[in-house]
């Protein structure tokens, strides 16, 4: 069976984008604004007042969703981000080189795209773009062949997974149940002294707040300088820290070595900013972090994913994809893999609304007591159907 078309085209919401949408259909009512309306999170641009408040106001944004429909109908869909360029790349230099090649050909398909776009470099752009059709491509394969992806990739490893939530609304993720949580960094190297001390007072009360029995990480997303990052470790010793997280610019390679060197002690991880199997590779054969985090939508999709995971794994090193929960796609590679013991909720609705109110996907799980089961439809059990796909147009 061959690929008829490929399209890709802007959408409303991708991975954690409905999140911050407050739908209510079971009538629920927030009980507050969410942590993210107010944010102060720091990041690599805050060193620049304009841009000090919010990511969006200086990254390069944009959900993108991608159909690939085959010769009989059958359809599959993926989601990645940074809008028309992705788009671009997808609609003018992948869909004329894939369509009328074999639709279950999945990993000929994503060879095919890395070799494509090597002349202007695989990583970066042009890994979402390829994240979006390997997506699409798994997700047909596994209604063609009536199966949940899950059982294609070598069928559940685990009889949950086991989730932890991000976000700075901590009560409301003790509430929900969860027995792992992790906070957004407020404070980075630009901010001194006193950003060290407050991020200190975040972590003072959150471990007051969920006690000695709940994990509790830190995300520092690339905020940080390796000095900044080191001082904070230090201070952070006493509240038994699960990791710290991104701390460091992603191709400042040299300074993940020093970072690791200085902080034997501490657990580090990163990878959401590296997109391809050959970063990771040069990461893992250093040992620059114990836990890699690469985003299923955007390091090259499922098939990049499970590259990723096993050069990890025969490194020693865990995996635990960003936002990995907040998608069908982390699901059901998370599910069928031995390595990833842990998901990643991202949470950006107002507490109070359940989090089935806050679904990008209609068939997806949401976690049930930091607890998650993706289902078994087939693909991945996106539930998109013609009106769903229409209402997230833009």
């Given amino acids: 069976m061959k690929i008829k078309q490929i399209r890709a085209f802007a959408i409303r919401s991708e991975m954690v984008g409905a999140l911050y949408r407050e739908k209510t259909p079971s009538g629920a009512q927030p009980r507050r604004d969410p942590w993210t309306r107010q944010a102060r999170v720091a990041g690599p641009m805050s060193g620049y007042s304009q841009f000090k408040a919010s990511r969006s106001s200086w990254r390069l944004d944009g959900a993108v969703g991608c159909l690939v429909t ?10 990645s981000r940074h809008g028309r360029a992705v788009i671009s790349l997808i609609n003018d230099h992948f869909s004329p080189l894939l369509e009328g090649q074999e639709a279950l050909a999945t990993d000929r398909a994503w060879d095919m795209m890395m070799r494509a776009s090597s002349p202007y470099g695989s990583s970066g752009i042009a890994a979402y773009a390829i994240s979006a059709v390997d997506l699409a491509l ?94 904070l470790a230090e201070r952070l010793r006493p509240y038994g820290l699960r990791w710290i997280e991104d701390c460091l610019l992603p191709d400042q390679l040299e300074a993940h070595a020093g970072l690791r060197n200085r902080l034997p002690w501490m657990s580090l991880a990163t990878g959401e900013h590296w997109y391809t199997p050959s970063s990771f590779l040069t990461a893992a054969s250093r040992q620059l972090a114990d836990i890699f985090q690469p985003d299923i939508c955007w390091a090259g999709g499922l098939t990049g994913s499970m590259r990723i995971n096993h050069i990890a794994e025969a490194a020693g090193i865990e995996v635990i994809l960003h936002a990995g929960m907040n998608t069908p796609y982390g699901q059901h590679l998370t599910y069928a893999s031995a390595n990833m013991r842990w998901g990643e909720f991202f949470l950006g609705s107002a507490p109070g609304v359940p989090l089935k109110d806050a679904l990008i996907f209609p068939g997806m799980a949401v976690p049930d007591q930091g607890l998650l089961i993706p289902n078994a439809e087939p693909g991945f059990g996106l539930g998109l159907t013609e009106a769903v796909l229409q209402d997230m147009l833009i």
């Fill in 70 to 79: 085959a010769e009989d109908g059958t359809t599959g869909f993926g989601v």
């Fill in 138 to 231: 798994w997700d047909l394969k596994g209604k063609v062949l009536d199966r949940p992806v899950y059982e294609l990739i070598g069928g559940p490893v685990h009889d949950s997974i086991f989730c932890y939530a991000t976000g700075n609304d901590t009560d409301w993720h003790m509430e929900l149940g969860f027995q792992a949580t992790k906070l957004a960094c407020p404070y980075g190297s630009f901010d001194g002294l006193a950003g060290l001390t407050a991020n200190e007072e975040l972590v003072h009360r959150t471990r007051e707040m969920i006690g000695p029995t709940v994990e509790l990480m830190l995300d520092c997303w690339l905020a940080f300088d390796l000095e900044y990052a080191v001082r």
